[in-house]
């Protein structure tokens, strides 16, 4: 199966923002800036579509994955609601979330709580799936929804989005979807996952000092 980039190119280099390339500031506690963060978190959505899912006619993934890409994109959404309403407080994320929470009216900031668990849910799937060469997509994911999102979900959401586990494509498919070079995917996939993985890690530890319930 080839992929649908030219020649040297792969998916990451479709991505209108990579993780890679969203501002963390050090000398500010690891400040996240806003505005790339979400257009990264929005590219990855891409992802659990067209890119990673081939949304077929006929391929159950297609709507298997509608409630993961809902679910993240509703959370996006009301981060950059807060955003557009007080940009001057909501320059990095973290200022946004010690903003709102003056306010007691935690949208956001529930927002961000559930986005970062979508994204330490696609990261721990696919340092997984790339750790082990042999395991399929499917496991990887199944694997990574027990350690993150399953012990926030009730009874009612568990099952929709175990059916999603099962719905990922063959690990063969997936990657060579990617991008032709293999070793080039390979090499940007491990960049922008671990710039994903770092900015999960930063964002846990600072919502858990601020105190962000959901």
Known sequence: MASAYPAGTTFFDSLKRSFSDVPVD???ENAISTTEFLEAAESLITLFGVYMLGELAGNPAMFAFTPVKSDMGGNIKK????Q???PAESETLQALVQNELKLKKPVASGGLLWLVRGLDFTAKALRKNTSN????LSDSFRSAYGDTLKPHHNFMVKPVFSAAMSATPYRKDFYQKLGDDQEQVKAKLEAWLTAL???VEILQVFQEKAGVKG
Do not use: M, V
């Not at 981060?79 to 807060?82: A, S, W």
């Open 26 to 28: 050090a000398a500010k």
């Open 133 to 136: 060469s042999t395991e399929e």
């Open 79 to 82: 981060i950059r609601d807060r």
């Open 197 to 199: 993985e770092k900015q």
């Open 84 to 86: 557009l309403a007080a």
